[in-house]
């Protein structure tokens, strides 16, 4: 063994000998608290027994008995050859949302540069997506990535892949986190993607899992909660009700992330995902600029209509006292698009003032689903606009 082995080493070595051992990622978050990992590699039973009386058994036993099996050396060696980064729980760099979910990582394993931005938005979706999802998701992760925003997804088939080949033209970049060993690629069709993702300047891949740990159908839940845990929004582009995507969103929401959907084709089975969380209260997209708008992002367009707006306020300052008095009183002017007569009537509750959802179906005395559709609609005609916290203004 060489005279200094850094710690990230050890924890390496101890995360692959318990990798398969019931509430490993709790145990290690809290051995990493209290003690060190060479503390741990070089105990004896009777230490461990003395410092340690709360570690069970099974582990003190793996311990024991497989350390003797790893050549530490050997570990450094590949780790450094494949160029692999381990960030553990404790360090400074691990990212503060990732730390706020229920049970993150204890370890993380990366291979790019690690991207932590303020604002980082996890896109996910089917892996059987068809020409328009695919479309959809790669058109918007290249927006999110002008707009300077990472694009955390799962390297997938489908939805994840499309997500990530938009954001890699761009420099905002992209996160891709596995559901295997940071030393493979799943799936293999993937491998030239991966390769693309780790030399954009702001290219990483990322996973929970010990080094050489095979893809497994348990892994991919696990890995889904971290690309919600990783974003402060998360965009669902064709999902089945009953899916790997729909799953990640029901995450998000109990992790407290915002949620939006990209609408589809009424008959499309991969349009029922975001079809029912739009009725359950998520917000329509068509564009980044709409998820960018919620976080107070905005493009210079719209600047410049704000400046047009004023322009517009000034002359009305300069119309007479009575005429100004009046235009205080009369209704917004009539949309120049069919609205029916529901429509009409939940846009007349929208001013210049947010007004919440919640508030909205109350004095509209409709059922959340039916309002969410008229919203949507609404929204998609120009005539309100989603702020931060599930509140509408009106815009038309």
Same mark, same amino acid.
């Given at each position: 063994m060489t005279e200094y082995m850094t710690e990230e080493i050890y924890w390496a070595a101890l995360h692959k000998i318990w *990798?398969?051992?019931?509430?490993?990622?709790r145990i290690l978050r809290e051995l990493l608290q209290h003690t060190t990992g060479e503390f741990l590699w070089k105990a004896s039973a009777l230490t461990l027994d003395q410092h340690l009386p709360d570690l069970p058994a099974e582990y003190k036993q793996a311990l024991l008995f497989e350390r003797r099996r790893y050549d530490l050396n050997k570990i450094e060696a590949y780790i450094q050859k494949n160029q692999i /980064?381990? +960030? +553990?729980? /404790?360090d400074a760099l691990y990212p503060s949302l990732l730390k706020e979910i229920h049970q993150p990582p204890a370890i993380l394993y990366y291979k790019g540069k690690f991207i932590n931005e303020p604002l980082q938005i996890g896109m996910v979706g089917s892996r059987n997506a068809d020409g328009y999802g695919l479309r959809a998701a790669e058109t918007i992760g290249a927006q999110f990535s002008q707009a300077n925003v990472p694009v955390v997804s799962g390297l997938a088939k489908g939805i994840d892949a499309a997500a990530h080949k938009g954001a890699i033209t761009h420099q905002g970049g992209t996160i891709a986190v596995q559901g295997c060993g940071i030393d493979q690629v799943y799936p293999k069709e993937n491998k030239k993607l991966a390769e693309e993702i780790l030399a954009h300047e702001k290219g990483c891949i990322l996973t929970e899992f010990p080094i050489g740990s095979e893809p497994a159908a348990w892994h991919f839940p696990m890995r889904n909660r971290i690309i919600s845990g990783l974003s402060q929004g998360v965009v669902i582009v064709q999902a089945a009700r009953k899916s790997g995507a729909y799953i990640t969103v029901e995450t998000a929401l109990e992790q407290g992330r915002d949620v939006f959907a990209v609408?589809? *084709? %009424?008959?499309?089975? %991969?349009?029922?995902?975001? /079809?029912?969380? %739009?009725k359950e209260g998520a917000q329509m997209i068509t564009c980044a600029e709409d998820v960018l708008a919620s976080y107070g992002i905005h493009k210079e367009a719209k600047k410049k209509s704000r400046k047009s707006n004023k322009s517009e306020a000034k002359n009305e300052n300069n119309a007479k006292p009575e005429e100004q008095q009046m235009t205080l009183f009369q209704a917004p002017p009539t949309p120049d698009v069919p609205l029916t007569s529901e429509e009409e009537r939940v846009l007349g509750l929208f001013t210049t003032e947010p007004l919440s959802i919640e508030e909205a179906a109350y004095l509209a005395k409709l059922p959340m689903s039916e309002l969410m559709a008229i919203l949507s609609m609404l929204e998609l005609y120009g005539l309100i606009e989603p702020m931060v916290g599930r509140k509408y203004i009106r815009i038309g």
């Open positions: *990798e398969n051992k019931q509430n490993s990622g /980064h381990i +960030l +553990l729980f /404790h609408p589809g *084709e %009424l008959y499309n089975p %991969l349009s029922e995902g975001p /079809h029912q969380l %739009l």
